[in-house]
T-cell receptor, first 118, second 111 residues
């Protein structure tokens, strides 16, 4: 297993266009997370999946954002009608569920997709 | 307002010096993690602490979880240029499997 893969690494798009990012988690991990990180800040939680079920969405995730994990494997994050404020690094992470629902083993992050909206 | 406050925001030291970074909150966490992130890459997990008062050592890095599980510290002994990076703490509440991150401490170690 090569870890968590994200594609593309970089995306430049014009304001108003739609973009889609893909994340391939570690195959044994049943949990998948999306975070957004802007310069000088820590990652901000967007949403997460356990298998194919989307368990939580942050209030940061407006109606223009949608995430899917159709077969409990890879996931996609789509942003519709992009705005300049969407420019950020989008990070995907996966983990296995520990005992009692706690993720004691931590996240494995991908290298991220850097989005620039011009 | 960040759930986890990290201090200092930036730290620049010479090779061989020691440093400590802090992660504080008013909330109790079921577990807390430390990550290091390099430019253009995702964070890499360093350690997970789950028990109040726990101390873990990873070579020159020492991690401590506060007795009340509200705060943590990371101490680096004899820092090296390879320790340069953004150090992030992340806390999990209620064992839900979702971690919230602090804003990080940028550490620069110069030769």
């Amino acid at each position: 297993d090569t870890g968590v893969s994200q594609d593309p690494r970089h995306k430049i798009t014009k304001r108003g266009q739609n973009v889609t990012f893909r994340c391939d988690p570690i195959s044994e991990h049943n949990r998948l997370y999306w975070y957004r990180q802007t310069l000088g800040q820590g990652p901000e939680f967007l949403t997460y999946f356990q298998n194919e079920a989307q368990l939580e969405k942050s209030r940061l995730l407006s109606d223009r954002f949608s995430a899917e994990r159709p077969k409990g494997s890879f996931s996609t994050l789509e942003i519709q009608r992009t705005e300049q404020g969407d420019s950020a690094m989008y990070l995907c992470a996966s983990s296995s569920q520990g005992t009692g629902g706690s993720t004691n083993y931590g996240y494995t992050f991908g290298s991220g997709t850097r989005l620039t909206v011009v | 307002t960040q759930l986890l406050e990290q201090s200092p925001q930036f730290l620049s030291i010479q090779e061989g010096e020691n440093l400590t970074v802090y992660c504080n909150s008013s909330s109790v966490f079921s577990s807390l993690q430390w990550y290091r992130q390099e430019p253009g890459e995702g964070p890499v997990l360093l350690v997970t602490v789950v028990t109040g008062g726990e101390v873990k050592k990873l070579k020159r890095l020492t991690f401590q979880f506060g007795d009340a599980r509200k705060d943590s510290s990371l101490h680096i002994t004899a820092a090296q240029p390879g320790d340069t990076g953004l150090y992030l703490c992340a806390g999990e509440r209620h064992s839900w499997g979702k971690f919230q991150f602090g804003a990080g401490t940028q550490v620069v170690v110069t030769p």
